[in-house]
Structures are given as structure tokens and as C-alpha cells.
């Protein structure tokens, strides 16, 4: 799946329910890019007009137990470009220092060139973070609780 833009690359940042991109650094991406997003991160994101993306990654730089396999980071850095939350663990990148390899939306993750995917965690020596197949349902949160007046 390479990056055309409008037609394969989402163009806006998406509402709750709508669709951002799934990234993969390239050969091509700059070495500071590459150290501030770091290894084995995951990257979601839409395209510019003026030919660049708007990332956000996620990278689990403090080790938080919830966020272990890619797709956990995947889906809190999809929670944070979806919110538009303040974050440093975003920016504006080139188009050609990322190949697109998926969607990601409110209900899932769909990964469409599972091969890039697994040499950027291979790379990074994040294999064991690797999602187990090519689509990955969210589990929605349960209902909230009743509460019975007595």
C-alpha cells in the first residue's frame, strides 16, 4: 500500500469513530526523526495537503504495563490524534520518511502490508510486541453499572 494522497491516506484529523493511517518509518526518514519517535513505536496519522502527515506516536517510553504490544500503543496514540490532546509525541513529518500499512478506528485495526510492519518491529527488536494477525478487534468497555435505589 503506498501512500497516494486523498485516496488511500485518510486527509483529516478523524472524529471517534473515523479512520487515521497506520505508519511505519522508512530507509528514507531522517536519524533525529527516527530517535524522537523511537524504536518499535507505533505511528498513526492523516495526510497534509500540502504532502506532509501529521503524526502521533506512541512509544511507551515509561514502561507502562497497559501499553506492552503494538496495538495497545497503537490504539492510545490514536486515542490522542482522535482528542486532539496536548502532546509532544507529535508532529509533521515528510511523506516519503513513512509508509502507510494500515487503519486504525474506534473499532479496530486493520493492517494491510503486515510485512513492513513486522521488519520496522524486527528492526527495533520489538517482535514479541507484534500483533498476532492482520485484524484486531477493540474490546468496547463494559456498560456502566446500574444502580439500584433500595
Same mark, same amino acid.
Do not use: K, R
Given at each position: 500500500m503506498s501512500i497516494t494522497m486523498g485516496q488511500d491516506l485518510p486527509l483529516e484529523r478523524p472524529d471517534a469513530e473515523g479512520r487515521a493511517a497506520l505508519f511505519v518509518p522508512t530507509a528514507a526518514i531522517k /536519524? !533525529?526523526?527516527? *530517535? +524522537? =519517535?523511537r524504536k518499535g513505536a507505533a505511528v498513526v496519522g492523516f495526510g497534509n495537503h500540502d504532502r506532509t502527515l +501529521? =503524526?502521533?506516536y506512541e512509544s511507551n517510553r515509561f514502561n507502562e504495563p497497559g501499553l506492552n504490544k503494538w496495538e495497545q500503543k497503537a490504539r492510545k496514540a490514536y486515542e490522542r490524534l482522535v482528542d486532539n490532546l496536548p502532546t509532544v509525541s507529535k508532529m509533521t513529518v515528510k511523506l516519503e520518511?513513512? /509508509?502507510q500499512v494500515g487503519y486504525i478506528n474506534g473499532k479496530g485495526? +486493520?493492517?494491510r502490508r503486515m510485512a513492513s510492519l513486522m521488519r520496522w518491529l524486527e528492526q527495533s527488536d520489538a517482535l !514479541?510486541? &507484534?500483533? &498476532?494477525? /492482520?485484524? =484486531? *478487534?477493540?474490546t468496547p468497555p463494559p456498560p456502566p453499572k446500574k444502580i439500584v435505589a433500595e
Open positions: /536519524e !533525529d526523526v527516527l *530517535q +524522537t =519517535i +501529521t =503524526i502521533y520518511h513513512f /509508509e485495526i +486493520t493492517l !514479541d510486541s &507484534a500483533p &498476532a494477525g /492482520e485484524l =484486531i *478487534q477493540f
